[in-house]
């Protein structure tokens, strides 16, 4: 097994296409996931010189295992420097330690703070506290 980081510098990977990937986020993101084309667009943003953020990968004989996918919010201080869209392991190789793995790079990785939206009973929390994340604020959307 092996992780992936790919950025606008390095651009889309050949194999795994961000069609690939959003299909592999659209069917292990269970009840927390959003459509494909939302997922694409996520995908787009990260991989745009001007937006930017980064995908990370863990990827064994070909096939994605894991993903997590961050956008650059293009601020910083006032609002941290990335939000965490997505994060998703394969259904059949959870609890292996493949999101912990997924998540040390993304933090490795990301420059400066990280947002992201978990909701309160999904099992992932556990995993965002076990890495230092903390949820001062109750987030609030006035949605249109
Ligand atoms: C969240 C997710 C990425 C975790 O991936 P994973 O590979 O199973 O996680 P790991 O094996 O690295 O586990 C890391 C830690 O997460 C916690 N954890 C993960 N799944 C858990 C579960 N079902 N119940 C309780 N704790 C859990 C544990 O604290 C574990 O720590 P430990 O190794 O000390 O026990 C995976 O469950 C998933 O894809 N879920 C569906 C999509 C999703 O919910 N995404 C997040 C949206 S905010």
Redesign the pocket.
């Known amino acids: 097994m092996e992780y992936l980081v790919l950025d606008p510098a390095t651009g889309p990977n050949a194999t795994h296409t961000n069609d690939h990937i959003a299909r592999f986020l659209e069917d292990?993101?269970?009840q927390?996931?959003d459509k494909k084309e939302d997922i694409l667009k996520c995908l787009a943003y990260a991989f745009d010189q001007r937006r930017g953020g980064f995908v990370v990968l863990a990827v064994e004989d070909g096939a994605i295992l894991?993903a997590v996918v961050v956008n650059l919010t293009g601020m910083d201080g006032y609002i941290p420097e990335n939000i965490l869209v997505?994060?998703?392991?394969?259904?059949n190789?959870?609890?292996?330690?493949?999101?912990?793995?997924?998540?040390g790079k993304a933090i490795e990785k990301a420059k400066g703070s990280i947002a992201?939206?978990?909701?309160p009973d999904?099992?992932?929390?556990?995993?965002?506290e076990?890495l230092g994340f903390t949820n001062k604020y109750l987030e609030m959307r006035l949605l249109r």
């Open positions: 292990h993101l269970d927390f996931g894991g997505y994060i998703a392991v394969d259904r190789q959870r609890g292996r330690g493949l999101g912990k793995g997924l998540m992201l939206h978990v909701e999904n099992p992932a929390k556990k995993l965002y076990a």
